[in-house]
Each structure stands twice: as C-alpha cells, then as structure tokens.
Nanobody, 124 residues
Framework: QLHVVESGGGLVQSGGSLRLSCAASRFRLDSYTVGWFRQAPGKEREAVSCISNSGGGTYYADSVKGRFTISKDTTKNTMSLQMNSLKPEDTAVYYC?????????????????WGQGIQVTVSS
C-alpha cells in the first residue's frame, strides 16, 4: 500500500510563504502522478497542483498560478509545494495524494492514496 505523509504546514501572515513537503514510502514518486489538494471549511476538496510521474507535466489551479510551485526530489523521494504570496483564501487543510491523473485538469482516481492532511492558515 502506498503511503504519503505531509509536513510543513502552519500559520503565516498574508503575503508570507510556506513550503509543504510530502514524503513517500513503499513506492517511488517517479513511478506515479502525485499532487496537492486542499479543502477549506464548508467547501469541496479542490486540486491545487499536480505533477506527472516523469515531472514533465504539471497542473496548477488558476487561483494559485504564479504563486505556488510544485516539484519533486527523486533523491529524497519527496514532493514539495512552495507557496508564496499567500492569501487568507489559501487557508485550508492540504492533502498529498498519489496515483492520480493530470492533464488539463488534475484529480484523484478510485485507487488514489491520501495523506492525513496538514493545516495551512493564512491570517489577514
């Protein structure tokens, strides 16, 4: 069973930065498409950013384009999401997911694996 664990969340002021990391175990990140999703209170889960197994394909939600950058470190078997110019509306629980699809959009499949989630809070 694939296993992913998120780290790096927390509280930051508007305009600040955070870097989320997702550590993978029992599988290689370069074998699966992986990504970040978030869910704010009272809202549906949405895709934030995803990256293909090769790293050649990426997706960003319109709301984060130009502010967030997804990357993979194959030597450490980790995936990161650098979040800059954070806004209060970025406040949510962020989830790392593996074995998803990415193209013009990004999303989970029935067999996707999810981390426990990590809180990101941006104060105004």
């Amino acid at each position: 069973q694939l296993h992913v664990v998120e780290s790096g969340g927390g509280l930051v002021q508007s305009g600040g930065s955070l870097r989320l990391s997702c550590a993978a175990s029992r599988f290689r990140l370069d074998s699966y498409t992986v990504g970040w999703f978030r869910q704010a209170p009272g809202k549906e889960r949405e895709a934030v950013s995803c990256i293909s197994n090769s790293g050649g394909g990426t997706y960003y939600a319109d709301s984060v384009k130009g502010r967030f950058t997804i990357s993979k470190d194959t030597t450490k078997n980790t995936m990161s999401l650098q979040m800059n110019s954070l806004k209060p509306e970025d406040t949510a629980v962020y989830y790392c997911a593996a074995d998803i699809y990415v193209g013009t959009t990004c999303g989970p499949i029935p067999d996707s694996y999810w981390g426990q989630g990590i809180q990101v809070t941006v104060s105004s």
